[in-house]
């Protein structure tokens, strides 16, 4: 039997077989009906591929499995399976073992499961071989005293519509430890997503080391327990690259630097304004960059040296979002530096700053990567259309940028902002947050980044799409529950699609059995996945349903 993306959605209403629920859903997955038994799966990487990061994937994925005690919801009284065959292990071969990890990489695989004998992996580089071993790993189930792959033989060739499935991951209003980092790394890896943006530093805190300007830290830092060291910063990098995934940091200018005023208050506009800060910033405390000096551009250049060295990815995040005007125009430099320049204004000088440090940027071989407003909401117009817009506000602006050519990372606050739902934070004001209500699942996984746009063209400008943590009223005791599963709902949508090769959309209701065995493959893992309904709910897919 063909199981294509088309057919599943047509078996929802009953229990899936086990090999149906992996997640996310592979572009095309043949069954059988046959069980196979396994007691230990060995695993064993075959030709001229073998790299450190297949072999350290084969050790993980080995221990996993073979540690794993899992069952699904749904097959929680099926009793034991009678196999057909048993076996024997898998076999994985990779054709390149560059383990170069950056826009495009190719993460494709084939995995074939027999009735019996060993099954085979087969990916053109490490990091298709790290999904396939993923997928593998969700197949194997629990069979009283051993294991057991249902549903064989399997084929399986799978590969990714978006090559940017990501977190927006923000450590500056909060805390997180580097284990904590780690963790969420792992959850990731199980969902087949790829980039951990790191919003590093904002205005609350700056806890990563600098030694271009070390005050930063030793200022900036919450405490002197609470920083991310280079070697703290090597160590997730290197992390996220065993398991696929590239770490894209954020260093948000010239808004939410009121920290840097710490450091280097001459350079600083509206530092802390209070009790109206409100005026000056979308939240406390306010400060800018003082666009109008030279001084303040040559500080973010060299921010902009120091941490594109020691972050080797090929996309670096300039922020640029939220910036408030009457932090400038009131600036008492800001308004001599106009009297003394007449037919400049502070727009003037907001486009010119971005030009200087973008250009700048552009010189360390780096793509930029920044929020809407960077071009959206000001007269800045690149030099070229290698940008990387990452998009918030609305679905028009993925239709904007992509009509002007830009490459396009959609964070659609209403869909995607997974801190949303949880009232205000400000203690004085008892109502919702600006971006409430909470997102469910449901909402993250029925959000459309291809939403009305038709032209091939720039349906291929899409890159993907990213969830979005921000820390005001999260750190790790609540972060597990505050991503998954609904992280895994995006990271579905971004993998599989929203729908088939027939145009068919799946629904929430078609996936929501397979996303129940994701979030409790998650937990056995380690990973706090909030519940997404009653147990007895998860037992018997479609009696929850709304009649």
Known sequence: MRITTAIVGLLATTILPSALAVWPLPHTMEQGSSNTQAYWININVQGRGSSGIVNNAVNRYRDIINKESFVAPVDYNRGILKTSGSLQGLVVSVDSSDETLTIGTDESYTLDVPVKGQATLKAKTPYGALRGLETFSQLVTSNGDSKVIANTPIHIEDAPLYTHRGISFDTARNFYSVESLFRTLDAMSYNKMNVFHWHIVDAQSWPVESK??????????YSAKQTYSYSDVKRVIEYARQRGIRVIPEFDVPGHTYIVGLVKPELMSCLNKQPNWDKYAAEPPSGQLNIAKPESIEFTNKIIDEYTKLFPDSVFHLGGDEVNRNCWSEDPDVQAYLAAHPGEDVESLLANYYAKVHDHLETTGKYAYTWEETLFHSEYVPST???????????????????QGYRVVSSSYDSYYLDCGHGAWLPNFDGNSWCDPFKSWMH??????AANVTD?????????????????????????????????????????????????VRTTGEVATRLHEQRFRMVGRGINAE?????????NPGACNLP
């Open 531 to 539: 519940p997404m309904q009653p147990l007895w709910c998860a037992r």
């Open 385 to 403: 259309n290698n940008t990387i817009l990452q998009v918030w506000i609305d679905q028009e602006s993925v239709q904007k940028a992509l009509a």
């Open 212 to 221: 271009t300007f070390p005050e930063l830290t030793k200022k900036g830092a």
């Open 444 to 449: 993250v996984y029925n959000y459309d980044v």
């Open 456 to 504: 091939p063209a720039q349906k291929k400008l899409i890159m993907g799409t990213e969830v979005a943590i921000w820390s005001e009223q999260s750190d790790e005791t609540v972060i597990d529950q505050r991503i998954w599963p609904r992280a895994a709902a995006m990271a579905e949508t971004a993998w599989s699609g929203k729908s088939d090769a027939s145009g068919n």
